[in-house]
């Protein structure tokens, strides 16, 4: 499991470092605000743990701006602002809890294995299709690097009718049955629309079209 941890006090810093290390977590420390939202773009993390007073940009402006582009993973404030104000600037940034400085390194390890837990399970209804690439069935999200992706309804309503054929060819026919309702006229050119939109999130190679026949969303390739 990947940590970033934003912690200004170097000390600390190294010290929960040493601590989330022997437990088997790969930890990123950096020390400003700019530093953290520099790398959470490049990089991949299953964790984030971010003091709320850093230099440059604060922990709450930092997390309010990487969930306003979609990054919904956990996060846990350390902070010694502990008014509920504070909190309430926190929680309302995104965070998902909250640790009042000063905290025991223990009590730091189970909130983030409880984080982590609640974030396994929501991953067991998500369906890898390509490499950071995954649809939550039950929430009808499609996220790339954690970020969720924005598609309309009768694409979602597509790509749920092609998982569940993974890997068989879904004929037009059944495609326009699943798609529009009795009252409504189906459209080869929209049909067409919605394949372009997921072939540009999933890869052009992902879903293959059949000649006369229909669409075939290949997973065993990756899977």
Not at 4 to 13: Q, T
Not at 16 to 41: M, P, Q, R, S, W
Not at 128 to 153: C, G, H
Request: charged share 30%; proline share 2%; with cysteine.
């Amino acid at each position: 499991m990947k940590v970033l941890y934003l912690e200004d006090d170097f000390n600390l810093s190294q010290t929960i470092e040493e601590i989330l290390n022997d437990e088997g977590f790969l930890v990123t420390c950096v020390y400003d605000g700019n530093e953290a939202l520099k790398i959470i773009y490049e990089e991949n993390f299953d964790i984030f743990i971010l003091d709320a007073n850093v230099p440059k940009i604060n922990g709450f402006t930092l997390l309010k701006e990487l969930r306003e582009a979609n990054i919904s993973t956990p996060a846990i404030f350390t902070s010694s602002l502990t008014s509920i104000e504070d909190l309430s600037n926190g929680y309302s940034s995104g965070a998902d809890d909250y640790l009042k400085k000063p905290f025991n390194a223990q009590e730091l390890l189970l909130r983030v294995n409880a984080l982590l837990k609640r974030e396994f399970k929501y991953q067991e209804n998500s369906i890898k299709i390509v490499q950071d690439v995954y649809f939550n069935v039950k929430l009808d999200e499609l996220t790339i690097k954690n970020r969720k992706i924005s598609i309309n309804p009768k694409e979602i309503l597509l790509l749920k009718l092609l998982l569940k054929h993974k890997d068989e060819c879904v004929s037009f026919e059944t495609i326009y049955q699943n798609l529009w309702s009795y009252n409504e006229t189906y459209s080869d050119i929209s049909l067409r629309t919605y394949i372009k939109n997921l072939r540009k999130h999933l890869g052009k190679e992902k879903i293959l079209s059949v000649k006369k026949i229909g669409y075939k969303l290949i997973l065993k390739k990756e899977l």
